[in-house]
């Protein structure tokens, strides 16, 4: 079965082999809009190199150049290791998510051992049907500090908050508990 490290699976060998396993990265929008507004977004870039996006998250981010995020992704496809890819025809036949979702999965999917960054729970649950590993913000920001490229999530987790943008409360002090900061 496919390695799913979400919110409440984040042992610190499944975390490390999920990251070094992974050779195409597939981001939806939520996941670079709270790394972006927690003022990471560039350990997407440390981690994994190149992260390649859909059409269709690009416009949902940058739709509203005010929308959180918006600059920042901008900023990443300039300097290239964020990449924009046409929707894939199998898009449409991914249903119960958004057309983000559905499109990033789609995307994912045509790779074989993709990665899928994503936070939506439903979404999550397509892209396993679908056999790809899955990795939300929390576990991104996991895998950055065992990486030491930040020095700690509680107070990103903290921003995040404090922008509207949250983190349900047992994966919380789940992720507090395995980045050993409780």
Same mark, same amino acid.
């Given at each position: 079965?496919?390695?799913?490290?979400?919110? &409440?699976?984040?042992?610190?060998?499944?975390? &490390?082999?999920?990251?070094?396993?992974?050779?195409?990265?597939?981001?939806?929008? &939520?996941?670079?809009?709270?790394?972006?507004?927690?003022?990471?977004?560039p350990?997407?870039?440390?981690?994994?190199?190149?992260?390649?996006?859909?059409r269709?998250?690009k416009?949902?981010?940058?739709?509203?150049?005010?929308?959180?995020?918006?600059?920042?992704?901008?900023?990443?496809?300039?300097?290239?290791?964020?990449?924009?890819?046409?929707?894939?025809?199998?898009?449409?036949?991914?249903?119960?998510v958004?057309?983000? !979702?559905? &499109?990033?999965i789609a995307l994912?999917? !045509?790779?074989?051992?993709?990665?899928?960054?994503m936070?939506?729970?439903?979404?999550?649950?397509?892209?396993?049907?679908?056999?790809?590993?899955?990795?939300?913000?929390?576990?991104?920001?996991?895998?950055?500090?065992?990486?030491?490229?930040?020095?700690?999530?509680?107070?990103?987790?903290?921003?995040?908050?404090?922008?509207?943008?949250?983190?349900?409360?047992?994966?919380?002090?789940?992720?507090?508990?395995?980045?050993? !900061?409780?």
């Open positions: 079965p496919p390695l799913c490290v979400d919110c &409440s699976d984040r042992r610190a060998g499944e975390i &490390s082999q999920h990251v070094a396993m992974a050779r195409h990265v597939a981001a939806d929008a &939520s996941p670079l809009i709270g790394l972006a507004t927690a003022g990471v977004l350990v997407l870039r440390d981690l994994f190199g190149t992260v390649m996006i859909t269709l998250v416009d949902e981010i940058t739709g509203d150049p005010r929308r959180p995020g918006a600059q920042e992704l901008d900023a990443a496809m300039r300097d290239g290791w964020i990449r924009v890819a046409p929707a894939p025809p199998e898009t449409w036949r991914i249903g119960g958004d057309a983000g !979702e559905a &499109s990033t994912a999917a !045509e790779h074989d051992g993709a990665l899928v960054l936070d939506d729970a439903l979404g999550r649950a397509q892209a396993a049907a679908h056999g790809l590993e899955i990795l939300d913000v929390a576990g991104v920001l996991l895998a950055a500090k065992r990486a030491l490229l930040i020095g700690g999530v509680k107070p990103l987790v903290a921003g995040l908050g404090g922008r509207g943008l949250t983190i349900a409360e047992d994966a919380r002090l789940a992720l507090l508990r395995d980045a050993g !900061e409780q």
